[in-house]
């Protein structure tokens, strides 16, 4: 019995993460409102039913999907402490931020797109979990600079120059290759863009 559910419980995460896998590319080709339930279900290779089973609708699937890239992009500095040193902890997390660039641009696509027009599905989660998560790590910045570690910057501003800086390598990707010459960004373009980033910022906050 333990088996089977098992066996149904990979099946399920199977299929859920191949619709979302085909939502993702869905939805970053024709936005929110282009997107098509029955085209996802072409691209993850599954009947329709199938995506209906997992989630009631289309927007039921884009929230969802919506919540994995805030989730992934939020775990990378969510133990984030004022014992940590800003150093170390601020370098991991430019590293984390332009690998997600790297790896999986469409989120960044998705998420931009989203918040371009008004964010009507992140309202509530703006209002509440975003604005609480965002003050928790400007208070553990602030404790950053009453200790010395780093200069008496707007932690807000810091994380925004942080987000904007990194994402710009996704959302703006064809603009960067065309200013950069190049078909595409290479694995050392892209440790590249992790040194300059980090080397600037750091700067900017009087770390050496």
Same mark, same amino acid.
């Given at each position: 019995?333990?088996?089977?559910?098992?066996?149904?419980?990979? /099946? &399920?995460?199977?299929?859920?993460?191949?619709?979302?896998?085909?939502?993702?590319?869905?939805?970053?080709?024709?936005?929110?409102?282009?997107?098509?339930? *029955?085209?996802?279900?072409?691209?993850?290779?599954?009947?329709?039913?199938? @995506?209906?089973?997992?989630?009631?609708?289309? /927007?039921? +699937?884009?929230?969802?999907? %919506?919540?994995?890239?805030?989730?992934?992009?939020?775990?990378?500095?969510?133990? %984030?402490?004022?014992?940590?040193?800003? *150093?170390?902890? +601020?370098?991991?997390?430019?590293?984390?931020?332009?690998?997600?660039? *790297?790896?999986?641009?469409?989120?960044? &696509?998705?998420?931009?797109?989203? @918040?371009?027009?008004?964010?009507?599905?992140? =309202?509530? $989660?703006?209002?509440?979990?975003?604005?609480?998560?965002?003050?928790?790590?400007?208070?553990? @910045?602030?404790?950053?600079?009453?200790?010395?570690? #780093?200069?008496?910057?707007?932690? $807000?501003?810091?994380?925004? +120059? #942080?987000?904007?800086?990194?994402?710009?390598?996704?959302?703006?990707?064809?603009?960067?290759?065309?200013?950069?010459? =190049?078909?595409?960004?290479?694995?050392?373009? $892209?440790?590249?863009?992790?040194?300059?980033?980090?080397?600037?910022? +750091?700067?900017?906050?009087? @770390? =050496?």
């Amino acid at each position: 019995m333990s088996s089977a559910k098992s066996q149904d419980g990979n /099946i &399920r995460q199977k299929n859920k993460a191949l619709i979302l896998t085909a939502a993702k590319k869905e939805f970053v080709t024709y936005g929110f409102k282009g997107a098509s339930i *029955k085209r996802i279900a072409e691209r993850a290779n599954i009947p329709r039913t199938n @995506i209906h089973y997992y989630y009631k609708n289309k /927007i039921d +699937l884009y929230q969802q999907l %919506l919540n994995d890239i805030l989730e992934t992009w939020n775990q990378r500095f969510d133990t %984030l402490t004022a014992e940590d040193n800003a *150093k170390e902890a +601020l370098t991991a997390y430019i590293r984390a931020k332009v690998m997600y660039s *790297k790896t999986d641009p469409d989120a960044s &696509r998705i998420f931009a797109s989203e @918040i371009i027009h008004g964010a009507p599905h992140l =309202k509530p $989660y703006l209002a509440k979990e975003f604005k609480e998560w965002v003050q928790g790590k400007t208070a553990v @910045i602030q404790s950053w600079i009453d200790q010395g570690q #780093i200069n008496p910057v707007n932690p $807000y501003h810091l994380l925004f +120059l #942080i987000w904007g800086a990194s994402q710009h390598y996704a959302d703006f990707n064809v603009q960067v290759l065309s200013a950069m010459d =190049k078909q595409e960004m290479s694995n050392d373009d $892209y440790e590249d863009v992790v040194t300059s980033l980090t080397s600037i910022i +750091l700067s900017g906050c009087g @770390i =050496k």
